[in-house]
């Protein structure tokens, strides 16, 4: 018997009848709430054939709401890549005040409803908001048009990179910054070339998380988008306005590919986290270094 193996069965004092009750009980719950439901929305979106499943993707509106929504992931995941790459590091990476404050504001979107987030643009630079009138006079629209479902898109999603960075950094320390900073290399190189393989799988997690809720965000951008048709209205608000209309068959076309980005999401985060473990578990099995030998 292997160590390993003798450690598992030391450390699984459960009697077989718990851990095979546990397991179904995780698979039943899997197969009602997520299985069964993915399934349903392919079997409705093909219940009229493969040709209407196209068109419905094919339609003017529904192909306006699939670009607005990558175009809207393509814009925001870039930006909040930047600002969780330097809210981590500055939290994890140095002391001042306000520190706990600013980890708090980082959280925020985690607290507030995205319903509310979309709130407060519209009171900023709606028509009647704080900036609406001087917005309106250099004739600049940002509630109900682009740049307020960017603004509300990068809002309810910049906690996921700084939220999967900030531990991992504190976790690692500053002691090869500062060796890399005394061996002579500058800030971009310390991050280069010691920070950002340190932190890779971790930001690719991250990336791969925010671009799932940017894709995917319905709440915040439902109250600045004005839901107008081919102009302002993303995937999620599209599947909406179908199936309030009773276009059932198109609506789930649009909602099956919204799931089939979020599979193709999970994979890559599964390789991910796959190649993660890979890495970790060649260099657990790397032999120690030995220590110099005195000199005579």
Request: aromatic share 12%.
């Amino acid at each position: 018997m292997s160590a390993s193996l003798a450690s598992r069965r030391v450390a699984t004092t459960e009697a077989p009848w718990v851990r095979w009750t546990l397991t179904a009980i995780a698979l039943g719950f899997l197969l009602l709430f997520l299985l069964l439901p993915l399934a349903a929305v392919f079997t409705e979106a093909l219940r009229k054939g493969l040709d209407a499943y196209l068109d419905s993707l094919k339609e003017p509106d529904a192909w306006s709401a699939i670009r607005l929504t990558l175009l809207t992931a393509l814009i925001a995941v870039p930006l909040n890549l930047v600002f969780g790459v330097a809210a981590a590091w500055c939290i994890a990476k140095y002391e001042f005040r306000g520190k706990a404050f600013l980890t708090t504001l980082v959280d925020l979107p985690f607290s507030v409803s995205p319903v509310v987030a979309g709130l407060v643009y519209v009171l900023m630079f709606g028509a009647q908001g704080w900036f609406g009138p001087w917005l309106a006079a250099h004739d600049i629209k940002i509630v109900f048009a682009v740049p307020g479902i960017v603004l509300a898109t990068v809002f309810v999603t910049f906690p996921f990179i700084a939220r999967e960075l900030i531990p991992l950094m504190q976790a690692q320390g500053n002691e090869e910054e500062q060796a890399a900073i005394v061996l002579g290399a500058n800030g971009w190189q310390t991050f280069w070339y010691v920070t950002l393989p340190n932190i890779k799988w971790g930001l690719i997690y991250g990336v791969i998380l925010c671009n799932a809720r940017a894709m995917g965000e319905f709440g915040a951008v439902s109250v600045v988008s004005g839901h107008i048709r081919g102009q302002t209205n993303t995937m999620p608000l599209h599947v909406e306005i179908l199936y309030n209309e009773y276009q059932s068959v198109a609506a789930f076309a649009v909602a099956s590919l919204l799931a089939l980005l979020a599979l193709v999401t999970l994979v890559i985060k599964s390789v991910a986290e796959w190649r993660h473990e890979r890495e970790m578990k060649a260099l657990a099995e790397l032999p120690p270094e030995r220590p110099l030998k005195e000199a005579p």
